[in-house]
């Protein structure tokens, strides 16, 4: 019953304990973020401009699409390592864990359904970082039900062309591959959408403005325009029809790296709060000393721990392949991003009337925290995937 022969208590016992190689990659990652997208997260932020910094840094140490398999130029990460990536990068800078998120999630689709000859179409590039991608399921009437898009695609000879739009696209603009949904059986409902990649010099394809948002302001969200935009027949993923299937398929593997992203978040406001509270003084004494304060470090430290290994462990369960994620990845995401919204919440909190001022972090982490709990999936539609896991 034991992990190892070694006796109750002793190192050996490595239950729930990350690998070697996982604890070193969090080592490099930390002196890598800390020194290099850290500094530059304010000034980001403040100008609302692309995190260049981060993606030079993370292109430089292969970081940027760890996920990538050793076969296409990656590192052949697996979904844990991917979670400790955007974690330790979310910690410093939510919008610099952007990168990695989209390469994921604008990926994710081909390396599950499409063919060896789409894979080295695209995988290289993203590997070493002369690309990066997007994922465009959502549209301005078809976001929580999605299954109502409208953008279209036909088969015209030996081209697809596809029309219409899709919106809330991250790091739109910066990307160079995109994997679009699009109807291409209007009459079959769900299962008449097709998955398809699209690069950015297509002809007929167009970005949008950049939304003005809250909060990752590093990270450019846009429209996506489609007017006539033609694409090779092989830029489709798997069979027509099945791209709806790719799309929750890609979302159950993906929505560890947003709980992951929650949890950087929440580690990176509660390591600035306990440096906080032990300088700041009231009363004649650090506020660390009150009690009051202690059980809010406390409950936000505890909440932190639990999200964390609910997303390693939704993370391990995709990397083995399990079947019926749809819960344990939905569950992972909800959590992590309500605890991430507590967690900054109650760090403003503790920094008073600093907290509320731009001068210290903690109002930054509030304002990218609340994105993880909207998208790939508002937390209503991941009980709602849960639920129905639930009673299936």
């Not at 973020?33 to 692309?50: F, L, M, S, T, W």
């Not at 052949?76 to 998120?101: H, K, M, Q």
């Not at 202690?294 to 964390?308: G, N, T, Y």
Request: negative net charge.
């Amino acid at each position: 019953m034991t992990a190892t022969t070694g006796r109750l208590g002793e190192p050996q016992f490595d239950l729930f304990t990350l690998p070697d190689e996982h604890m070193e990659l969090r080592g490099v990652l930390r002196d890598l973020c800390e020194k290099q997208i850290g500094p530059h997260a304010a000034n980001v932020d403040e100008e609302a401009r692309y995190t260049d910094e981060a993606l030079a840094a993370l292109t430089s140490s292969g970081f940027a699409a760890i996920h990538v398999p050793e076969e296409y130029g990656g590192q052949g990460g697996d979904s844990v390592a991917a979670c400790i990536v955007v974690e330790e990068v979310a910690r410093v800078c939510a919008s610099s864990s952007l990168i990695p998120i989209c390469n994921k999630l604008g990926t994710m689709g081909l390396l599950l359904r499409g063919s060896e000859e789409l894979k080295k179409q695209v995988l290289p590039s993203i590997a070493n970082g002369e690309a990066v991608a997007s994922y465009a399921l959502s549209e301005r009437e078809a976001g929580s039900d999605a299954g109502s898009m409208r953008t279209r695609a036909w088969l015209k000879g030996d081209e697809w062309v596809l029309n219409g739009a899709k919106c809330w696209i991250s790091n739109g603009g910066h990307s160079t591959w995109y994997t679009v949904m699009a109807v291409t059986e209007p009459d079959k409902g769900a299962n008449g959408i097709s998955a398809f990649v699209v690069h950015k010099d297509d002809p007929g394809f167009v970005v949008g403005a950049k939304e003005r948002k809250m909060g990752i302001k590093g990270s450019p969200t846009t429209e996506l325009y489609f007017e006539n935009c033609r694409i090779p027949g092989d830029r489709i993923i798997g069979d027509p029809g099945t791209g709806f299937k790719t799309a929750l398929a890609t979302l159950d593997h993906t929505r560890p790296t947003i709980g992951a992203q929650a949890v950087g978040i929440a580690q990176g406001a509660l390591d600035a709060t306990i440096a906080y509270v032990k300088e700041r003084k009231q009363f004649g004494k650090a506020i660390a000393d009150f009690q009051a304060v202690q059980f809010m470090l406390a409950d936000m430290a505890m909440k932190l721990e639990a999200a964390r290994l609910m997303v390693y462990t939704a993370a391990a369960r995709a990397e083995r392949g399990e079947p019926n994620l749809g819960f344990i990845s939905s569950a992972s995401k909800c959590f992590a991003s309500d605890v991430a919204m507590d967690v900054t919440t109650n760090a403003v909190q503790l920094f008073g009337g600093y907290g509320y001022t731009r001068d210290f972090p903690v109002e930054r982490f509030m304002r990218d925290a609340k994105i993880t709990q909207i998208y790939e999936g508002t937390n209503q539609i991941q009980r709602v995937v849960m639920s129905r896991a639930l009673l299936q």
